[in-house]
């Protein structure tokens, strides 16, 4: 009994599929079956996470630019009274 087959119209996906078994020597329904677990896996670990991680991400990678000994006090932009120079 043969396998049920899959069919997609996309002269891209052929392409790539085509360029990866050449260079793999894996035939292309192992490589479209690896992919697509690779994908279903990523999805799956995304929607463990808030979408509020994202902003939480960017803002840690954000700070660690930052010097150890910066301040946001900006004391150089103001006088000893409190307004700007």
Known sequence: MSEPQLSIRSAKAKELAHALARRTGMPMNKLV??????????????????????????????????????????????DEHGLPK
């Open 33 to 78: 079956e690896q992919a697509l677990e690779h994908y279903d896996s990523e999805l799956r670990q995304q929607k463990n996470h808030h979408p509020i991680d994202a902003v939480w991400d960017l803002a840690a990678a954000g700070n660690s630019a930052v010097p150890a000994d910066a301040s946001s006090a900006h004391d150089d932009l103001y």
